[in-house]
Every structure is written in structure tokens, then in C-alpha cells.
């Protein structure tokens, strides 16, 4: 099975950074577009960045400028740097990949989430 794996949240005031990672491990075989997904309490889960193997990137308007999204493709790891982070960043960040498993399709695989605060 593949397993996604993700670190770096926490409490951070407002103006601050952080750079979350997530990897991914298990039976691999290929991995398509990565990306991170946030969901505040009471809201809907939505893309915060995407990026696809060959290091095309797309952001989501409200963190354009902001947020950067990267990858390492030898680690099978993706990265999203914070800056500049606002009180309504404050969420649950998932990881998100589509990756080719065991039964040589593409899945989408997620994380089960890390928590990223602002305080204002």
C-alpha cells in the first residue's frame, strides 16, 4: 500500500512562516501531480497547490504570492512553503497524490493531515 506521511504544522502569528512536507512511501510506481488541500472548521475542503511531475505549478488566488509549492521527485516528496501567513490560512492541511500502486493505476492517495494555526 502507499502511505502519505505529512510534517511541518503548528501555531505561528500572523506574518510568520511555515514550510510543511509530506512523503510518500509504500509500493510506488509513479507519481502524477502532488498537492496540498486544506479545510477549516465549518468549510469545505479546497486546493490550496498542485504541481505535476515535471514541476508545473498552479495556486489557489487567496495564496498566490504567498505559498510555494515544490517537489522532490527522487524522495517522492512534496513541499509547500508559507509566507506571510493570515489568521484565515488557520487549517488542516492534507497531501494529496496520484500515484501509480500494485495495480498499475493511478490512485489518488491522501494524508491524514497536519494542523496549521495563526494567531492574529
Known amino acids: 500500500q502507499v502511505q502519505l506521511v505529512e510534517s511541518g504544522g503548528g501555531l505561528v502569528q500572523a506574518g510568520g512562516s511555515l514550510r510543511l512536507s509530506c512523503a510518500a512511501s509504500?509500493?510506488?510506481?509513479?507519481?502524477?501531480?502532488m498537492g496540498w488541500y486544506r479545510q477549516a472548521p465549518g468549510k469545505q475542503r479546497e486546493l490550496v497547490a498542485v504541481i505535476t511531475s515535471g514541476g508545473i505549478s498552479n495556486y489557489a488566488d487567496s495564496v498566490k504570492g504567498r505559498f510555494t509549492i515544490s517537489r522532490d521527485n527522487a524522495k517522492n516528496t512534496v513541499y509547500l512553503q508559507m509566507n506571510s501567513l493570515k489568521p484565515q490560512d488557520t487549517a488542516v492541511y492534507y497531501c494529496n497524490a496520484e500515484v501509480r500502486d500494485y495495480t498499475w493505476e493511478y490512485t489518488a492517495y491522501w494524508g491524514r493531515g497536519t494542523q496549521v494555526t495563526v494567531s492574529s
Open positions: 509504500g509500493s510506488i510506481f509513479g507519481i502524477n501531480a
